[in-house]
């Protein structure tokens, strides 16, 4: 339902899905607080990391001439889905992967209250996505830092293809 939701009630232009938390078994953490904030970070490393691969596809396609649409489209579909992820995801409010890393920096009667947060977090994050707080203040400039950070791991390989 959230997919059809977000569709009519953005006339088409945010789609999202609902997913399912990563269960964690915090038991198997040393110093769970800590050690949260490593675990809460491979969710938007992950997405980063496929960001940096579909753009290094997208690069090398260019460089070596290939002017196939379908493969330039998807290249660029997969680098933009996962910067787009990789941003949403480090929004700080729970359950978002960056809201468990704010709870795991923050002091403890401060991370405490946040964490009180979290079984609202996600209608607060969609509430704020709707009214376009999120796309305008968070995601289109965290977006612009990933693809500037992107080029710049990429700048070495460059010359390669000029």
């Given at each position: 339902?959230?997919?059809?939701?977000?569709?009519?009630?953005?006339?088409?232009?945010?789609?999202?899905?609902?997913?399912?938390?990563?269960?964690?078994?915090?038991?198997?953490?040393?110093?769970?607080?800590?050690?949260?904030?490593?675990?809460?970070?491979?969710?938007?490393?992950?997405?980063?990391?496929?960001?940096?691969?579909?753009?290094?596809?997208?690069?090398?396609?260019?460089?070596?001439?290939?002017?196939?649409?379908?493969?330039?489209?998807?290249?660029?579909?997969?680098?933009?889905?996962?910067?787009?992820?990789?941003?949403?995801?480090?929004?700080?409010?729970?359950?978002?992967?960056?809201?468990?890393?704010?709870?795991?920096?923050?002091?403890?009667?401060?991370?405490?209250?946040?964490?009180?947060?979290?079984?609202?977090?996600?209608?607060?994050?969609?509430?704020?996505?709707?009214a376009g707080v999120?796309?305008?203040?968070?995601?289109?400039p965290l977006m612009?830092?990933?693809?500037?950070?992107?080029k710049l791991l990429?700048?070495?390989?460059?010359?390669?293809?000029?």
């Open positions: 339902l959230m997919p059809l939701l977000l569709y009519f009630a953005t006339q088409g232009a945010f789609l999202f899905g609902y997913a399912r938390p990563v269960p964690v078994r915090f038991g198997n953490l040393r110093r769970p607080r800590q050690h949260m904030v490593w675990v809460a970070l491979a969710g938007p490393a992950s997405n980063f990391i496929q960001a940096f691969g579909w753009a290094l596809l997208l690069v090398s396609l260019v460089g070596f001439g290939v002017d196939e649409p379908f493969f330039i489209e998807m290249a660029n579909a997969g680098l933009m889905v996962n910067l787009v992820m990789w941003a949403f995801n480090l929004f700080p409010l729970p359950p978002l992967d960056g809201g468990r890393i704010l709870v795991g920096l923050l002091p403890a009667k401060p991370a405490r209250m946040l964490a009180r947060v979290e079984p609202w977090g996600f209608f607060i994050v969609l509430g704020l996505v709707l999120v796309g305008r203040l968070w995601l289109r612009a830092l990933g693809a500037e950070a992107i990429l700048s070495p390989l460059m010359p390669l293809f000029n």
